[in-house]
């Protein structure tokens, strides 16, 4: 396919921020969409494979200027002028590309296939003469693309497509499309969007226009799936109004998420995020084989850190590194060893349990795995549907280091990355939320050199915006805690997006988790809300960005803290 045409379509859909009209622009090139090109789905998304793939573009700000530096033969300094004052590269392109058009005419015709080519070479590259070799990559795609593909072309590469469609709206569009939209095509398609976690895949059966066959896509061991994500409940009462009476209850382990396959003899270990740390937990994938019973499964857990002399749990900034770490894995182990405590089976031996209530799924996890305490555990239940007890279970779990308790649905499926009712969370009142950071003060004295003040936002309305709520610049070297100016600059300064004085742009990526005295309204920041006293608490590698706290949860803290001043 033209490339063209695929830019044509962002260029349709950044157009209008109406979901409606987005879903009418895609259905319609979905439609003329052949199943050749499927893997254009993959670009719709700024993607070269599905989400789950570590084989990202991951191309800095630095080497695409560099590119466009190339194809343009404008001088690179140049360039990254245009863009301290344009301030989105896709634009620069756009523009240095229209100045360069008017001399040469380009002669070749830039297809999907040749960007995708060109796209997945990339993270293969290895050793010396890289850089060059995919500036080269680079160049030659740019070199023959009109303004308009060039700056969608930067874009995809940087990562920043900007055009405004989520899952849902392909979602609704592929429905659209090949089954006269309606609520339960949508459905279908979305669960089978849930268990293959590719679009390519749902959109090469949905194009037949058979329902049949999509509900016939299973999960696959060895393919990361997302987890299914909880609400909060502030009383017991709430919570048992949303998940219903009686239900599971169980400790909120305060450790990350893990998601383990098995299939025979081997073992697949996967991140909330996806990410692939088989090679970082050994002993789970030990565990794993010896104590839990089936030819092949899909398990869900929380892995949690505890103390090697006093077996106390600690908290999850105390075992975090163990998820990025790639070398001395073993010392890493000892120092650090961490309990799993499974609470849920997603598949067991051929067959996808998603579907089953989540009653059947616990019971059969309570058959097949025999629980070793400091290795391997089913999760800590109870069924009930008495606040009391519930509570005094609640009480249990925190005096155990925990940080409260799941409330679970007993009939409820299994919806993986969705945050639906039928599983809530329940901590205590505590202010803390997860941020995104988005700017940064150079500092001075002491710290001159160093990132030293940091902005933080929150999510706006539309997907991609993000509102300044407050600046932070304690918490940080303190006992125990990873976060230090050093590692905080070193980590933010490849991100930098522009400069002035001392103040820096930063792209939002780097996911925190800040505490907080209060939620005051500020006039200050662009998103009417400011901290006071905020304190970086632990990095996120864990959290993705569209999971950070939006408006909405801004301002439910603020009135959740209104309301227990009042009932004290
Ligand atoms: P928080 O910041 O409160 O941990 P979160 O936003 O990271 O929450 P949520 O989905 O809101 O994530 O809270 C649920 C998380 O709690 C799960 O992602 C999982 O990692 C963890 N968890 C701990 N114990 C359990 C359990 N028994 N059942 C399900 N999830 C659990």
Redesign the pocket.
């Known amino acids: 396919m033209q490339y063209k045409k695929l830019a044509q379509l962002y260029e349709d859909l950044s157009s209008t921020t109406k979901r409606l009209e987005k879903i009418e622009i895609l259905s319609k090139f979905l439609s003329y969409l052949s199943k050749e090109d499927r893997d254009v789905m993959y670009l719709l998304e700024g993607m070269i494979y599905p989400e789950y793939d570590d084989r990202k573009i991951g191309i800095s700000n630095q080497l695409a200027i560099k590119a466009i530096s190339k194809a343009t033969g404008i001088e690179p300094k140049q360039v990254t002028k245009e863009w301290k004052s344009i301030g989105d590269l896709g634009e620069v392109s756009k523009k240095l590309m229209q100045n360069k058009k008017q001399s040469t005419l380009h002669s070749h015709v830039l297809t999907t296939e040749k960007v995708l080519e060109n796209l997945r070479k990339l993270p293969g590259l290895e050793g010396k003469g890289t850089v060059d070799k995919k500036i080269g990559l680079i160049t030659e795609l740019l070199t023959s693309a009109s303004s308009i593909e060039a700056q969608y072309l930067v874009r995809t590469l940087i990562g920043d497509l900007r055009i405004g469609v989520q899952e849902s709206t392909i979602r609704e569009a592929m429905s659209s499309a090949f089954f006269d939209r309606n609520g339960k095509s949508s459905e279908i398609i979305q669960k089978a969007i849930d268990k293959a976690n590719d679009l390519a895949i749902v959109f090469d059966i949905a194009k037949k226009g058979k329902l049949k066959e999509l509900e016939k896509v299973s999960l696959e061991i060895g393919k990361p799936i997302k987890?299914?994500?909880?609400?909060?409940a502030t009383s017991f009462k709430e919570g048992f109004e949303k998940v219903g009476k009686p239900c599971a209850v169980?400790?909120?382990?305060?450790?990350?998420?893990m998601i383990i396959h098995k299939r025979g003899k081997e073992v697949f270990l996967f991140t909330?995020m996806l990410e692939n740390v088989t090679k970082q937990f050994p002993e789970v994938v030990e565990y794993i084989l010896e104590y839990v019973k089936g030819n092949s499964f899909i398990l869900?857990?929380?892995a949690?850190g505890f103390n090697k002399k006093t077996k106390e749990y600690t908290d999850?900034q105390a075992i975090s590194q163990r998820i990025r770490r790639k070398y001395d894995i073993s010392k890493l182990q000892k120092e650090l060893p961490i309990e799993v405590?499974v609470?849920?089976v997603l598949y067991y031996n051929g067959k996808s349990t998603l579907d089953e209530p989540f009653e059947k799924r616990t019971k059969l996890l309570r058959k097949i795995l025999k629980d070793h305490p400091y290795k391997i555990i089913a999760?800590?239940?109870i069924i009930t549907d008495d606040e009391k007890e519930a509570d005094k279970f609640y009480k249990k779990a925190l005096d155990d280091n925990?940080?409260g308790?799941?409330m679970?649905s007993l009939s409820a499926d299994y919806r993986p990355g969705r945050?639906v009712g039928n599983?809530v969370?329940m901590?205590p009142e505590e202010r803390?939320l997860?941020l995104v950071i988005t700017g940064a003060e150079y500092g001075t004295g002491k710290r001159s050199g160093w990132l030293s003040s940091f902005i933080l936002s929150c999510g706006g309305e539309k997907k991609g915006e993000y509102l300044e709520i407050g600046k932070v610049g304690t918490g940080i070297a303190e006992k125990d805690n990873e976060i230090t100016f050093e590692s905080l600059t070193e980590l933010l300064t490849p991100l930098i997006t522009k400069e002035k004085g001392k103040n820096a742009e930063i792209k939002p990526k780097i996911v925190v988790?800040v505490t907080y005295q209060e939620i005051q309204r500020s006039p200050n920041y662009n998103s009417g809300w400011a901290l006071r006293f905020p304190r970086f608490t632990a990095l996120?590698p864990?959290?993705p960005l569209k999971?950070i706290a939006d408006l909405k949860e801004v301002s439910e803290a603020f009135n959740n803290q209104k309301r227990n001043w009042r009932f004290g």
Do not use: T
């Not at 987890?227 to 909060?232: I, N, P, S, T, V």
């Not at 169980?250 to 998420?257: A, Q, S």
């Open positions: 987890a299914m994500l909880a609400q909060k169980e400790y909120k382990y305060d450790g990350f998420r909330r869900d857990s929380e949690v999850f405590n609470f849920d999760s800590k239940m925990q940080e308790v799941m679970k945050r599983m969370k901590k803390d997860d988790s996120r864990d959290k999971e």
